[in-house]
């Protein structure tokens, strides 16, 4: 499972438990395996996560044996609402951690048809529109050497439209996302 997660914005307290979440996936499961490109700012919260302490940056986590999360790469301040990351944490997140399936999850607010991602600290207020999302999707998976991810979801408001259904359907054999708004502490990521 790779989680995109765009917290570089007002969502940054509500990113913490879902990231104590996926620490806690930490031994429960030999077959799932979770990786999280995560972008925080510091500036709407300042409490650690999965014994990770708040950081400026975008960085690589997986969960560890010890209950926590590791931190496998810091690559500095990544503009996560402009095209580009995604598409680079998709190929070299299959390439990274080889698996027989594949599911992406997009953490951050959504905005259907419209977009999804805000990184309020971008050069401007930036978000990937359809379009985008589609492209990097689609651009990753190329990458990579695949045609279609098994399940593609958002943990985004508002993501569940036509629009956004028929944009991905070439990229995911499933799509799971809610066509209302998501509450702020969104998926329980221990189902995993």
Same mark, same amino acid.
């Given at each position: 499972?790779? @989680?995109?997660?765009?917290?570089?914005?007002?969502?940054?307290?509500?990113?913490?438990?879902?990231?104590?979440?996926?620490?806690?996936?930490?031994?429960?499961?030999?077959?799932?395996?979770?990786?999280?490109?995560?972008?925080?700012?510091?500036?709407?919260?300042?409490?650690?996560?999965?014994?990770?302490?708040?950081?400026?940056?975008?960085?690589?986590?997986?969960? /560890? /044996?010890?209950?926590?999360?590791?931190?496998?790469?810091?690559? =500095? /301040? @990544?503009?996560?609402?402009?095209?580009?990351?995604?598409?680079?944490?998709?190929?070299?997140?299959?390439?990274?951690?080889?698996?027989?399936?594949?599911?992406?999850?997009?953490?951050?607010?959504?905005?259907?048809?419209?977009?999804?991602? @805000?990184?309020?600290?971008? %050069?401007?207020?930036?978000?990937?529109?359809?379009?985008?999302?589609?492209?990097?999707?689609?651009?990753?998976?190329?990458?990579?050497?695949?045609?279609?991810?098994?399940?593609?979801?958002?943990?985004?408001?508002?993501?569940?439209?036509?629009? @956004?259904?028929?944009?991905?359907?070439?990229?995911?054999?499933?799509?799971?996302?809610?066509? %209302?708004?998501?509450? =702020?502490?969104?998926? /329980?990521?221990?189902?995993?």
């Amino acid at each position: 499972v790779l @989680v995109y997660l765009n917290a570089k914005n007002d969502l940054e307290p509500f990113a913490i438990p879902n990231l104590e979440q996926m620490a806690a996936l930490s031994g429960v499961t030999g077959t799932v395996h979770m990786a999280a490109l995560v972008g925080r700012t510091g500036a709407y919260s300042s409490d650690p996560a999965g014994g990770i302490e708040a950081f400026n940056s975008t960085k690589l986590l997986v969960p /560890d /044996d010890a209950g926590g999360l590791t931190e496998l790469a810091d690559f =500095g /301040d @990544v503009p996560m609402g402009r095209p580009g990351a995604l598409r680079e944490f998709i190929s070299q997140g299959i390439a990274t951690f080889p698996a027989s399936r594949y599911a992406l999850v997009l953490w951050d607010h959504g905005a259907g048809w419209v977009g999804y991602g @805000v990184d309020e600290f971008g %050069e401007s207020p930036e978000l990937l529109d359809l379009p985008d999302v589609t492209a990097e999707i689609s651009g990753g998976l190329a990458d990579a050497g695949l045609t279609k991810f098994d399940l593609v979801g958002f943990d985004a408001c508002l993501m569940s439209t036509y629009e @956004v259904a028929a944009a991905l359907a070439p990229t995911t054999n499933y799509l799971v996302a809610s066509q %209302e708004l998501v509450p =702020g502490h969104g998926w /329980d990521y221990r189902a995993f």
